[in-house]
């Protein structure tokens, strides 16, 4: 199938800082990615569309100034947590949908922040 | 939006069929099924998806009932590596390459030797 690779896989930043995640597809082109975040045992909740060549739509109570979504090409798009706090602690995951209508998810970030 | 009701955990002995249903009785007529599934840690990986008939991949099948109210997804021969959460997402919205998938709380699949 179709693969989206995320990078950082893992990654632990000091509180106040930023944090960029990149969401790639690999073998096909995306004018649409989705970023999800995922708490421990809990199930993925949607925080934004990320849309190419235009600006993000976010889901409600996601607040856009504090997770920035850029998708500048058709194979990325990239979620920066900003001035992050320790409840931004989460599992950051993106997806995107293929030609034949499969949307497919990135093996996720782990996000900890100190 | 469609929501989906599935039962938070089920058993399966290996080697027998896994079937997971799944409620969508708000479903829309041009509405896909979708179902994924997560093992710890990992980002959810496609299983299969269908609209109205049913459907069988390499991993799983697919079953919808007529009144598209309800489905179930079938592991034919379960085995320890299918143990996972397994979500059935109505996909809300869009056409081709569009739509949101809205995940719910999933159903907890332990298969067992």
């Known amino acids: 199938g179709a693969v989206v690779s995320q990078h950082p896989s893992r990654v632990i930043c000091k509180s106040g800082t930023s944090v960029k995640i990149e969401c790639r597809s690999l073998?096909?082109?995306?004018?649409?990615m989705f970023w999800y975040r995922q708490f421990p045992k809990k199930s993925l909740m949607l925080m934004a569309t990320?849309?190419?060549?235009?600006?993000?739509?976010?889901e409600q109570g996601v607040e856009k100034d504090k997770f920035l979504i850029n998708h500048a090409s058709l194979t990325l798009s990239t979620l920066t947590v900003t001035s992050a706090h320790p409840e931004d602690s989460s599992f950051y995951i993106c997806?995107?949908?293929?030609?034949?209508?499969?949307?497919?998810f990135g093996p996720g970030t782990r996000l900890t922040v100190l | 939006d469609a929501k989906t009701t599935q039962p938070p955990s089920m058993d399966c002995a290996e080697g027998r069929a896994a079937n997971l249903p799944c409620n969508h009785s708000?479903?829309?007529?041009?509405?896909?099924v979708y179902w994924y599934r997560q093992i710890h840690s990992q980002g959810p990986q496609y299983i299969i998806h269908?609209?109205?008939n049913n459907e069988t991949n390499e991993m799983a099948s697919l079953i919808i009932t007529e009144d598209r109210k309800s489905s179930t997804l079938i592991l034919p021969h379960a085995t320890l590596r299918d143990t996972a959460v397994y979500y059935c997402?109505?996909?809300?919205?869009?056409?081709?390459?569009?739509?949101?998938?809205?995940f719910g709380q999933g159903t907890e699949l332990s298969v067992k030797p």
């Open positions: 997806s995107a949908w293929t030609s034949t209508n499969e949307q497919f």
């Open positions: 073998d096909f082109q995306a004018t649409t």
């Open positions: 990320s849309n190419e060549g235009s600006k993000a739509t976010y």
């Open positions: 708000t479903i829309s007529g041009n509405e896909y």
């Open positions: 269908g609209l109205k």
């Open positions: 997402i109505v996909r809300v919205g869009g056409g081709n390459q569009g739509g949101k998938l809205i």
